[in-house]
């Protein structure tokens, strides 16, 4: 079982220190992509399964010499390009499969550089590892996979209100790439600030349970970030729709405003489930004639991704 993750920005895309991106993000409980492998005459994967997970068992097939005469079942599965990093969970999840069947003793992150994960953001990786809140170290020259330089519990009763919008999704694959190379110079002192805000604000609000100072921290990054890639995907929200519910969100007392990677998922935190789940009514209601959005109460998982042999 591979869990789901919320994105919540990148801390330096500046560089400016010999390191690009490093990233924060939090593991989910209630998504995830759960799979399972048996012995078969040839290659079979469950029919509603995407594309990906065809292609990704074969690609590791062939890198760890194992047969590919396996059937892969799957039973659920991270929506695809919404945000919710479906593809490295997928490519971890079938991975940890295969090294537990074939009991080839490999790593998490052996499993993340055979299928070119973590070239930017390393947070897929790591909740699968350890869950929590994950911040990675970016990319330097000789980086692999990025390292985690900081991993905390979230509290039990955080939530998380996600706001979906089911007409679109962000940008992916080669476009996506595209998007980064044409992306503006990112100025060095706002790293640096966005650094010092999440060193000395944020993971000490984390560590003493202010979830209001933590999510003043995060709507800041997002926003920055966030206005940084307005120009790729149309605004500081790639779903305008789910920028009007966030900022509705956000008037009632959410925390935590942003956008998970390249959306059109938006995301928000409040203290308690019984508050969650109000606050998931009122919007629900507010915006009863927008039949596109959906909204989502989920909880942080504090714990990796699950192998069972």
């Known amino acids: 079982m591979a869990p789901a993750r919320l994105h919540m920005g990148f801390i330096d895309l500046s560089g400016s220190l010999g390191r690009h991106f490093g990233s924060i993000g939090v593991a989910l409980n209630e998504i995830n992509t759960t799979l399972s492998l048996g012995y078969a005459d040839t290659l079979t994967v469950s029919s509603h399964a995407p594309k990906r997970a065809l292609s990704c068992i074969k690609e590791l097939c062939a890198n ?45 992150r052996d499993i993340a ?49 996600l706001v979906f919008d089911k007409r679109g999704k962000g940008l992916h694959g080669a476009d996506e790439i595209q998007a980064f ?10 790293a640096a600030r966005l650094c010092y805000l999440l060193m000395m604000q944020g993971l000490p609000a984390l560590a003493e349970n202010n979830i209001n100072l933590f999510g003043d921290v995060i709507t800041q990054v997002q926003s920055s970030v966030g206005e940084h890639f307005s120009g790729a995907q149309g605004g500081v929200f790639a779903s305008q729709d789910v920028a ?47 039949e596109n959005l959906e909204i989502l109460v989920v909880s942080a998982r504090n714990s990796g991704g699950e192998v069972f042999a």
């Open 64 to 108: 760890l010499n194992v047969a590919d005469k396996l059937q892969l079942d799957l039973h659920s599965n991270i929506p695809e390009h919404i945000g919710l990093g479906s593809g490295t969970q997928m490519a971890i999840a079938i991975g940890m499969a295969l090294n537990a069947f074939y009991d080839l003793g490999l790593s998490v």
């Open 113 to 161: 550089a055979l299928t070119d994960r973590g070239a930017r953001s390393g947070i897929g990786i790591a909740i699968f590892e350890q869950g929590g809140l994950i911040v990675d170290g970016g990319r330097g020259e000789q980086t692999i996979t990025p390292p985690v330089i900081a991993r905390m519990n979230i509290p039990d009763d955080w939530r998380f209100i």
């Open 181 to 190: 190379k044409e992306l503006p110079p990112f100025p060095p002192q706002e």
């Open 244 to 290: 009007t519910a966030m900022g509705y969100l956000q008037e009632q007392g959410a925390v935590a405003i942003g956008q998970t990677s390249w959306g059109p998922t938006g995301f928000c935190a409040v203290q308690g489930a019984n508050v969650a789940e109000k606050l998931k009514q009122q919007v629900e209601q507010q915006f009863s004639g927008c």
